[in-house]
């Protein structure tokens, strides 16, 4: 048996997911822990593998996240279980507790309790049916939302539909689960063999998801190989999912981001909706809707071509690119390494020119009191560092060290 290696006297564990029934679905990273708690835990969540072997997943946990120390998962006690290889991807860390899913037919919730995961409850569909397979999150007060994986093309509307599920995850039910309807594409979509597709073999790829002024906002693409060169955003009542709206817009190529958990969109203290966008030479871009309106607003267009291409091969696996951008306050946002102030689209600063290491692409980026934004750096001689930008002062700083025997950090969350 492995176990477990901490330095200094930060009181750390490290431990796999243990094998359980049910799998779940976890949050954004909107809402944060009540800081008015006297002990504060945190978690980092870490990939341990290489090309011979496959991935397994870990969780360190630490009161300090800037303590002087060196953590690892190397000889962790408790071998990681075979689900979570879908732990990352299919999963969402909210207030402490930890969603993923499993076999596309289970939501579980867990927590880590006494060093350990702990389930506290979990939701079942039918097996092979993939309707719990979760997309694209959102936590708001009716709960968890999430874009279901599966997809269907309904004949007599002619439309493709998502189901949208809202979760009361204190319960651990379903509130609700309800298709949301997607305009069948007016240009031919085509496989990988370069045929045609016909409607009902049609995939549709949510990039960006929130929800706010009680309608859902859901920017998406059709499939993986058509090279489109316009942003579509969906556009509908929320929770009833009526009057769906098409919007368009071709100034700065289609909807960037992956299907799972991270996120390619955020809204500032106005209310107004960004999201991100990606052209044909893989630069960035960004757009706007505006706080109570449902267009794209026609005078912001943001081209990032000066950042080029922030997504990057992710470092916790093996899956695919990501881009993962957090808002932090007052107009300014975190996407890849760069400070930006997108309201008057200026780069404030390249995190990774203060020489540190470089900045990690995560599923979650962690921040804490409106100011202090924490990330993972990986130096050029392979060493890997939770570190904290400091807003106010413009200043990054090491914290805790991860043994460099990893393979990447997924994400940083607050316990407790």
């Known amino acids: 048996m492995k176990k477990l290696n901490v330095a200094g006297m930060l009181l750390a564990t490290a431990f796999a997911m243990p094998f359980i029934q049910s799998c779940s679905k976890t949050p954004d990273t909107g809402n944060k822990p009540d800081d008015t708690k006297q002990t504060k835990e945190y978690a980092i969540f870490v990939t341990v593998g290489n090309s011979s072997s496959s991935e397994n997943y870990y969780t360190l946990t630490t009161a300090d996240l800037m303590k002087d120390t060196l953590l690892s998962p190397v000889n962790s006690g408790i071998e990681p279980d075979n689900i979570t290889s879908w732990a990352d991807i299919y999963s969402v860390f909210y207030q402490g507790s ?44 009716s709960g968890l939302n999430f874009l279901s994986w599966e997809v269907k093309y309904n004949q007599a509307e002619d439309v493709i539909e998502k189901n949208l599920y809202i979760i009361d995850t204190a319960a651990m039910t379903i509130k609700s689960n309800n ?115 449902t267009v794209i607003d026609p005078d912001y267009a943001y081209d990032l071509k000066e950042v080029g291409n922030i997504s990057g091969a992710v470092s916790w696996g093996d899956y695919a690119g990501s881009d993962h951008h957090v808002y932090i306050k007052n107009g300014l946002a975190l996407m890849g390494s760069y400070i930006i102030d997108v309201r008057n689209k200026k780069v404030i600063k390249d995190l990774n020119s203060f020489g540190l290491g470089k900045v990690q692409i995560t599923m979650d980026t962690y921040t804490e009191n409106g100011n202090e934004v924490y990330v993972v750096l990986k130096t050029d001689d392979a060493r890997w560092f939770v570190a904290k930008y400091d807003v106010a002062a413009n200043t990054l700083k090491r914290g805790v060290e991860i043994h460099s025997g990893i393979k990447g950090i997924s994400r940083i969350g607050r316990l407790k």
């Open 179 to 293: 298709p949301v309807k997607f305009p069948v594409p007016g240009f031919t979509i085509y496989d990988n063999n370069g045929n045609p597709m016909a409607k009902k073999d049609i995939p549709l790829t949510p990039s960006s998801f929130s929800i706010r002024d009680n309608k859902v906002f859901i920017g998406f693409y059709y499939d993986w190989i058509t090279k489109l060169d316009t942003a579509y955003m969906l556009v509908c009542d929320y929770p009833a999912l009526t009057n769906v709206k098409l919007l368009k817009d071709n100034r700065l190529g289609h909807v960037s981001g992956a299907w799972y958990a991270s996120s390619s969109s955020f809204t500032d203290e106005n209310g107004d909706y960004y999201f991100s966008t990606i052209s044909k030479n893989k630069t960035y871009g960004l757009l706007r809707i505006k706080s109570g309106t």
């Open 98 to 141: 930890f969603y993923y899913t499993q076999d596309g037919n289970i939501i579980s919730k867990q927590r880590i309790i006494n060093g350990k995961y702990k389930e506290l409850g979990n939701i079942v569909a039918s097996a092979g049916s993939w309707q719990l397979g979760m997309m694209k999150t959102f936590f708001n007060n």
